[in-house]
């Protein structure tokens, strides 16, 4: 074999070798922000004066919170469901621990908001491009209250005045 053959089959293989690990880096940087919009979603937190969002208002966040990742929205649905969950089972993790606490002195009520989020998004590097559907929900409680059974009445004020002492 002559030189002239020899570097090119090494100049073949270091650009295989090249490529490969270019393909690689850009598929695990690809996979990592797909992976991050999850957490994003499950971040993003109540409005001002603890209230929750709106489902416009969470859907603009969402889609900021993709494309701060550099991820393109090809799909977005949002869906917000309400629920006032008062049986034992269907209270969340705060909700159940709550309720074991109080025991049967009385009943928790709480509101809970989800929101559905389902998305087809695209991450782009270099020539490649990775499509992802994904699937979070975002869970926030609006209320809790407490309802106790058999509440005592206050005692009537007393209309005349006692002396104390001597």
Same mark, same amino acid.
């Given at each position: +074999?002559?030189?002239? &053959?020899?570097?090119?089959?090494?100049?073949?293989? %270091?650009? &295989?070798?090249?490529?490969?690990?270019?393909?690689?880096?850009?598929?695990?940087? +690809?996979?990592?922000?797909? %992976?991050?919009?999850?957490?994003?979603?499950?971040?993003? $937190?109540?409005?001002?004066?603890?209230?929750?969002?709106?489902?416009?208002? #969470?859907?603009?966040?969402?889609?900021?919170?993709?494309?701060?990742?550099? %991820?393109?929205?090809?799909?977005?649905?949002?869906?917000?469901?309400?629920?006032?969950?008062?049986?034992?089972?269907?209270?969340? &993790?705060?909700?159940?621990?709550?309720?074991?606490?109080? $025991?049967?002195?009385?009943?928790?009520? +709480?509101?809970?908001?989800? #929101?559905?989020?389902?998305?087809?998004?695209? &991450?782009?590097?270099?020539?490649?491009?990775?499509?992802?559907?994904?699937?979070?929900?975002?869970?926030?409680?609006?209320?809790?209250? %407490?309802?106790?059974?058999?509440?005592?009445?206050?005692?009537?004020?007393?209309?005349?005045?006692?002396?104390?002492? +001597?």
């Amino acid at each position: +074999m002559n030189t002239r &053959a020899r570097n090119a089959v090494l100049v073949g293989l %270091l650009l &295989a070798a090249c490529l490969g690990g270019a393909y690689t880096y850009a598929r695990y940087e +690809m996979e990592d922000r797909l %992976l991050d919009f999850s957490p994003a979603v499950d971040r993003i $937190g109540y409005d001002r004066g603890g209230r929750i969002p709106t489902t416009e208002d #969470f859907t603009a966040r969402t889609r900021a919170e993709a494309e701060s990742l550099g %991820l393109e929205v090809v799909s977005l649905e949002v869906t917000r469901s309400d629920a006032t969950r008062t049986e034992d089972r269907q209270l969340d &993790a705060t909700g159940r621990l709550a309720q074991e606490r109080i $025991g049967a002195l009385g009943q928790l009520r +709480m509101r809970l908001v989800s #929101f559905d989020v389902r998305a087809t998004l695209i &991450a782009r590097r270099w020539f490649l491009s990775r499509t992802a559907e994904v699937s979070v929900q975002r869970t926030y409680r609006e209320e809790v209250e %407490l309802h106790t059974p058999g509440e005592r009445p206050l005692p009537a004020p007393v209309d005349e005045l006692v002396p104390r002492g +001597m």
